[in-house]
T-cell receptor
Framework: NAGVMQNPRHLVRRRGQEARLRCSPM?????VYWYRQLPEEGLKFMVY????????ESGMPKERFSAEFPKEGPSILRIQQVVRGDSAAYFC???????????FGEGSRLTVL | EDKVVQSPLSLVVHEGDTVTLNCSYE??????LLWYKQEKKAPTFLFML????IEKKSGRLSSILDKKELSSILNITATQTGDSAIYLC?????????????FGQGTILTVHP
């Protein structure tokens, strides 16, 4: 039973490029969350999605960031026109139901040059 | 703004020692408090606490919530080198999403043989 799968594990982008991070939740899980971990800081909530719906995006920056969780395929976190401050580890988590017991992926580490 | 503070930030012990990790919170509309263990990669779920004074236990790990003091402790007895990790405390503060968590900065535990 595969866990939460994230890819790529490491991504390097130059300023102004786009970054796309993918997350496949655990089998049977329809709730997906994205968190960001900046250096020396704790995990910060970004967005909560269910299939085809964004439920809560209160932690997502208003510009350049977007997330989706289509009917088929993985959830995508997209960052347009990346800046150095976007360098961080982006963690995806999933749950079977709307509970706090989240199963995390190993994270995607974005480095912006 | 919701806030979770953990102490100590780091702790070094020897195998066999007992450790107590602390977590305090200031949130509106508290719903639950959770503990996670992060070993270099994905955080893994340990406990979820919703009721004050009831201890949750799993092997050598146990945790208790004190809603009056707005705090929780995580105890690890007879520590082993495999317990070395970052221990994360998180709180869910209501709303539509049970998985929208506010995390503390973590306690780095190092257990020497």
């Amino acid at each position: 039973n595969a866990g939460v799968m994230q890819n790529p594990r490491h991504l390097v982008r130059r300023r102004g490029q786009e970054a796309r991070l993918r997350c496949s939740p655990m089998k049977g899980h329809s709730h997906v969350y994205w968190y960001r971990q900046l250096p020396e800081e704790g995990l910060k909530f970004m967005v909560y999605l269910q299939k085809e719906n964004i439920i809560d995006e209160s932690g997502m920056p208003k510009e350049r960031f977007s997330a989706e969780f289509p009917k088929e395929g993985p959830s995508i976190l997209r960052i347009q026109q990346v800046v150095r401050g976007d360098s961080a580890a982006y963690f995806c988590a999933s749950s079977q139901q709307n509970t706090g017991e989240l199963f995390f992926g190993e994270g995607s580490r974005l480095t912006v040059l | 703004e919701d806030k979770v503070v953990q102490s100590p930030l780091s702790l070094v012990v020897h195998e066999g020692d007992t450790v107590t990790l602390n977590c305090s919170y200031e949130v509106t509309n508290f719903r639950s408090l959770l503990w996670y263990k992060q070993e270099k990669k994905a955080p893994t779920f340990l406990f979820m606490l919703t009721s004050s004074g009831i201890e949750k236990k799993s092997g050598r790990l146990s945790s208790i919530l004190d809603k009056k003091e707005l705090s929780s402790i995580l105890n690890i007895t007879a520590t082993q080198t495999g317990d070395s990790a970052i221990y994360l405390c998180a709180v869910n503060a209501g709303g539509t999403s049970y998985g929208k968590l506010t995390f503390g900065q973590g306690t780095i535990l190092t257990v020497h043989p």
